[in-house]
């Protein structure tokens, strides 16, 4: 019996042996001696536990998008659907901000979710008036992936279309460019589109200088611009622009503009030209009464030109400041008399024919040159040429088609050349500032750099010669309203008259007024012009330049010298002493 019980069963003998490999595999996932019903319902609960956390990232993600759809919907659009990107912001001279950007929502839609595009045009055009309600009809049928509806909206018509609950409806938050300083900068920033595309002044240059392409591929983000920081000072444009807005309503002028250039270094401090228009609403600049006249418009300047004149007369060498001319009668070539506004009816000398600004006299001394000679002056002072700045916006000088000798006449006192008046001040602040002829720029530039892109145009003793004119033409001629006490100011009138059907007019004239200060060792150069000018009774009914843009001009002065950093200098001695004098004892 004992053989018996220890043999093995029929049944355990008939089970197969496993093998090996199913072995291994079994003992892998179950282990040895663990229940298998635990262990299976441990991996359940991993599994749901799994599904739930892909299920949660998912509800996540449809949160994000209706929360901020602007991540995908940037992909959906077109080159024609661009969104605005960023700018760098531009800066005044001490830091002020003349232009930036803000974000800013925009409305856009995807007609393809569009359920009702009826239901949902009359929902829109409810909450916002100004939209179209035909082109918002055509916009949300197209079945396009991704369209406008309206660019930079306020924060009340997004609230508003957000409780409208429209599917295929919403924002995108775009960059905006916003102008602080709005009018009083705008013919220098300028402007930008609805894309933040720089289209006039310093904001188009910046797109040409690569920031647009940049936009292309993706780099102009907010934090890799560094600011842009012009010459320009706003509290100078400021004053200037307050003062010329006075004196177009004094004088009933159809427009003024002015000029603030310091003679060292090229740079414009200031540059306004009224009526101007407020940058943050681009829409006004298609008014043609509103272009920048400074850079823009060309203009025969009048006596102004008789600096250059006299400048290249004593430059040449054939003549100083004692040298006489006939000036008794008038010029007579053909049908064509040319006479003295102030006529002496005298022999003049050089410095009486500035202080008179005798037509006569200035034609005289450029006759007494010569026709090439002349246009070689000229064009060696930057006249003849197209002037480039940063600003896109410039005009080529208007010249004789066949510069014969009554033209050089003519051009002497300032008629029949048309220059950009920015490109005057250049010509006249190398005549004062030593002879270094500077390109102009709205961009800070130290002394340094100006002399490495300087000129010499006119020999030092004939910049010193000019100074001396200037300030005497403040003491004792046309100038006498522009002289500001302690600012030792040295000036040049102009009164051109304008070109009306093909004839000069006596009653349209154009005043221009450059004045230096200090005369003695000049620091910056003032331009002030007016279109049209009236007569009014304070001048007598007279309305030439000594009479409204000189006054003007030592308004400007008085306001603007002590914020350049100008101090008065009172009881100094006459142009002959201080000017003349201490440069010989100089030498």
Known sequence: M??????????????PKQAWHRRLVQALLYGRGVDRNRKAKARLGLAIAAFAVVYLIIGARLVLYAVAPDVHVVRRSTAGDRVATSRPDILDRNGEILASDVMTPSL???????????????????????????????????????????????????????????PGVGFLTENKRVYPSGAEISHVVGHVNVDNQGIAGIEKWLDGRGLADLHLA??????????????????????????????RAKFKAQAAAGIITDVRTGEIISMVSIPDYDSNNPREALDPTRINRLT????????????????????????????TFDARLPLRYGKFSISDYHAQNRVLNVAEIFTYSSNIGAARVALRLGVEEHKAFLKKLGQLDRLRTELPESAEPILPRRWGELNTVTIAFGHGLSVAPLQSVMGVAALVNGGLLIPPTFLKRSEQEARALAKQVVKPETSMQMRYLMRLNVEKGSARRADVPGYYVGA????????VN????????LTDFMAVMPADNPR???????????????????ATAGWNAAPTSAKVIARVAPLLGLEPRLELPPADRQILASARLTR
């Open 296 to 323: 823009t418009g060309v203009y025969e300047m009048g006596s102004t030109f008789k600096a250059l004149t006299i400048g290249m007369g004593l430059d040449s060498g054939k003549m100083n400041l004692a040298t």
């Open 502 to 509: 093909g004839r000069y007019s006596k009653t349209k004239l």
């Open 108 to 166: 856009f839609a995807e007609p393809k979710r569009i359920i009702d595009a009826d239901e949902a045009s009359e929902l829109l055009t409810a909450v916002i008036p100004d939209l179209d309600g035909t082109d918002l009809r055509e916009r949300l049928a197209s079945k396009r992936g991704f369209a406008w509806l309206k660019r930079e909206i306020t924060p009340k018509q997004q609230k508003d279309v957000h409780h409208l609950g429209l």
């Open 2 to 15: 004992t053989a018996q019980a220890n043999s093995p069963s029929p049944h355990a003998a008939a089970q």
């Open 218 to 247: 993706g780099f102009a983000s907010d934090s890799n611009q560094e600011p842009i920081q012009l010459a320009l000072d706003l509290r100078v444009q400021h004053a200037m622009r307050d003062e010329l807005f006075a004196a």
């Open 524 to 542: 910056y150069l003032v331009l002030i012009m007016l279109d049209e000018p009236q007569g009014i009774p304070e001048t007598h009914g007279f």
């Open 492 to 499: 040049k009138t102009g009164t051109a008259e304008k070109v």
